[in-house]
């Protein structure tokens, strides 16, 4: 039997409709239930899809208003940047497992995008970064990087195995720095009207004295998603989305390939602890 449960009423008073600020419909004279007109945060749909991009609907939706052009061109690059998340990573290995075992293409990008939930090279460590950026982007730094580099030392001294991760969205990757995470940030800052925080971050990094303590994929990310004014929240899901076409690219390449195609491990592989 269940003890000290609180059996009290909480007195909430329900709504009676759900309300929604981003998509309006008006229906038709002939059924309430279909579309004559719809409208996303006051635009007209049928305007936006013949006068607008997709990354500035996307940035509509959540945002509630339409990206300046030097949003537009950060957002545009940063979700091409983010389009694959590449063939080793494990929700990519899970949507081609899941591919050549026949799974039904429904669950395919559900279950790949569960993987991809974790904090470390998924989504979640973007929600992280994104907060750490946000609790140390009015320090220096310089300040920032040595406690980076302390950080990185007492998680070397103290880690059996693994990547060292002093800060969300920062650290090693497979041991090492991501050589190409830094090359997608200079592209970025290169190429666009980057804002403070990838600046701040790139200016931290440059100052961390362990040379294998780099940008990671989800710091890059978290830092331009805050300088397009998302919040951790919706960044995360932001970031879902751009890495969700080369997951689901993945699996359709191994669509009618045999179970074989993928590596199964040898049974001494397999240990029981």
Request: hydrophobic share 40%.
């Amino acid at each position: 039997m269940v003890k000290n449960v609180d059996e009290s009423s909480r007195n909430d008073a329900f709504c009676d409709k759900i309300s929604t600020a981003i998509w309006q419909e008006t229906p038709s004279a002939e059924n309430p239930y279909t579309v004559n007109e719809a409208r996303c945060h006051g635009y007209e749909h049928l305007a936006l899809i013949n006068n607008r991009s997709f990354s500035e609907v996307l940035f509509l939706l959540f945002q509630g208003e339409l990206p300046t052009p030097e949003q537009h061109q950060l957002l545009e690059r940063l979700l091409t940047s983010l389009i694959h998340p590449g063939p080793r990573h494990n929700a990519c290995r899970a949507a081609m497992n899941a591919a050549v075992s026949k799974t039904h293409v429904s669950n395919i990008l559900p279950l790949s995008l569960n993987v991809f939930s974790g904090e470390q090279g998924g989504s979640h460590e973007v929600f992280q970064a994104m907060k750490y950026l946000q609790q140390h982007y009015e320090t220096s730094p310089l300040d920032a990087a040595n406690t980076l580099t302390k950080t990185a030392n007492t998680q070397r001294m103290n880690a059996a195995e693994g990547d060292i991760m002093p800060a969300a969205g920062f650290g090693t990757y497979y041991g090492s720095a991501d050589t190409y995470a830094k090359k997608l940030v200079d592209n970025l800052v290169q190429s666009c009207t980057a804002g403070p925080h990838l600046h701040w971050a790139n200016a931290m990094i440059e100052g961390v004295k362990d040379p294998t303590i780099s940008w990671r994929i989800a710091g890059v990310a978290g830092a331009c998603l805050l300088d397009l004014g998302f919040s951790p929240y919706k960044g995360e899901l932001i970031f879902q989305i751009a890495c969700a076409p080369g997951i689901a690219a993945q699996a359709a390449e191994k669509a009618d390939s045999p179970i074989t195609e993928m590596p199964f491990l040898a049974e001494e592989n397999y240990v029981i602890k």
